[in-house]
């Protein structure tokens, strides 16, 4: 078994991985944190999309649905929810269905879409996501969601702490063994740390300060969303 | 002014530097070691080459030159040199020009040729090569060979290494922050840690296990060549 981390979707898309795979897709800000606590609040499926437009035929079709998403991380004017883990509640989320469409999340689910398993992963269910990818006999590759072809901090820590607790499952490939070594130099200083980063600095600086803290917070949550056929459950959850 | 670091030329090809820029080409094991090793010791020029079949033309119309290189690591039939550093002595380099094809460093110099600034860099020169690097007002690229579209151990130490010295002259990108971690957990510990990595071990199973450490000494030559029009020199070397 091979474990290998992508850190852009753009870099999986030149360099697709071989064989069987499973796959971890991350976007820590926010798009998978928010996603995994939907489902951890009951929410029944999550249907990403890739535009406003598709976002907003997804209501016609499905009147029940909500809303949800971000572009340059602010709400989107209309959208029942924005991208903050805070937003998706119990009282909220429980049963519904969520059309969602964010910048990079989105499109690395998609960009995954091919793989046996698509799991959606973040810092908030690492250890039950740990789990799963050492499950099924599969490959493990970690696609990071990063930022319109950026690689982002937040979502290579976390792949570092899934290298970190599922290494000697199988041989680490260099990006794998880079990602494990960023997390272990922030691990004792996490959220200070991080908040050097691109994406957090532009989250508190636009009054998303709190997410950051709430967002690195570990194995919160029991539940390992899945993608399959162009929806996301959390069978069991 | 801005400090980003590439892990690959894939990458940079599908997302080039705006603006103004010096570049730093890493290709740690061994291209650009050997090439900086062997302007220290008094070579004229290097002339990188894609193919063998270049090489040996390059030989036509160039009488006196060496032909070095390798392919899959190993030399290549019929030429003068190999890519091991130790290969490129006085005795054997000093006013020659060399024409060199390697896998990943040939490629990832031809990468970076629109820059301002094109620098060879190591960690055998990375403390003349951060010097070089200041000099000018530019925004500051790193540019990693890798292999094959593949991010490489050993350059993304080298990345980290010259981060860290460079950091406080720009903003940081998250790449070059990521970069600066990795070297900053391997570093106590730099040649044993790297032997676990992809390159390291291949170089180590057919015979080159010497390179590895000498490839990753610090500082050890004051030379940093630049490569222009489809040359490498070392103007004051």
Known sequence: MTIDVYFT?????TRPPEGQFAVAVLDVFRA?????????NGCDRVIPVRTVEEALALKQSHPGALLA????????????????????????VAGKTIGMTTTNGTVA????????????GAFVNAAALC????????????LCAGTRGLL????VLC????????????????A???ARAVYSDYRGDLVRRTMESAHARHLAAIGYGEDIGNCLRHDLFNVVPEFQDGEIKAPGA
């Open 159 to 174: 792949a570092g702490l899934l290298v970190e607790r599922l290494a000697g499952r199988g041989g680490l490939s260099d």
């Open 9 to 13: 979707p753009q870099e999986f898309l």
């Open 109 to 120: 689910l998609k960009t995954a879409e091919q793989a046996a398993k698509v799991y959606v």
């Open 152 to 155: 982002t901090m937040e979502d």
């Open 131 to 142: 789990r799963k990818l050492t499950a099924a006999p599969l490959n493990i590759v970690v």
């Open 32 to 40: 998978t944190t928010s996603m995994v606590t939907a489902f951890a």
């Open 176 to 178: 794998a063994l880079a």
């Open 69 to 92: 998403g971000e572009r340059e991380a602010r709400p989107i004017p209309g959208f029942d929810l924005g991208n903050s883990p805070g937003e998706y509640s119990r009282r909220t």
